[in-house]
């Protein structure tokens, strides 16, 4: 039986905060991971140019991998590609990520939330769709950080961040109105979850981090036939770096994913 793969993309290393809580989900799957780091970052690039190129790179992955589903670990493609993707590529089913609006406003008790994404993400319509749709009662901060995906790839290579940086880019996050106070952050884009610790001890009060990762796995989860549900997957996972030529601490780091690069 050929092992058709689940594929996990996004433009760095943040959809590895998908794929580790999909595969404790889904042991019997298979995995490729593709990063496309010959685009990173995505939060800059202007809308019509990294629609199409990220059109045109499923074309190819899909062709490559013919995966069973695609997991778009990257709110700033999934908020402006996903009708296109489907529209494209009507065989595949595509699992979005999207700022996780909704469950903030379900949870809040202050009102005050605040979503953290990349300024892509933040200026998005569809971003904007989905406070008006479920947080009208809330009153909900977005905030584009310029800086936070790139911090959060040099920290998972070389180990190292900046903690005055991530204190000066979560600042903005931090409301107080009329003797309340933020209780949410909605981490709106998978790169971040690995720097909350860092975002813990540099916010200056808590808040509920709020990290869709989990969600997201089962939502691939539930779309997916039970058919491996008693296996454990056979080949290697692999991740796909379109640059072709990710450098020595990036190899490491897949590797300590237990991803191959290929
Ligand atoms: N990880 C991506 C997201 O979820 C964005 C990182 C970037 O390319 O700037 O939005």
Known sequence: MTERP?????????GLTVLREARVLMPGRHFVYVADDAGFPYGAWEEAALQQRIVELFGRLI?????????IACNTASTLVLDALRVAFP?????????AIKPAAERTRSGLVSVLATP?????QYTRDLITQWASKCHVRLVGSDNLAGLA????????VDEEAVRAEIAPCFV???????DIVVLACTHYPFLVNRM???APWPVDWLDPAEAIARRALSLLPASHASQIAQSAD????TSGAPDFPTRRLMQGFGLQVA
Do not use: N
Request: net charge neutral; aromatic share 10%.
């Open 6 to 14: 689940v594929l996990v993309f996004d433009s760095g290393i943040g």
């Open 63 to 71: 062709e490559e991998h013919d995966p069973e589903i695609a997991v």
């Open 91 to 99: 065989d595949t089913p595509f699992v979005g990520t999207v700022p």
């Open 120 to 124: 892509g993400t933040v200026k998005r």
């Open 153 to 160: 790839e040099i920290y998972m290579r070389q180990g190292f």
């Open 176 to 182: 107080e109105r009329e003797g309340k106070r933020t």
């Open 200 to 202: 813990r001890k540099t």
């Open 238 to 241: 692999r991740a796909v770096f």
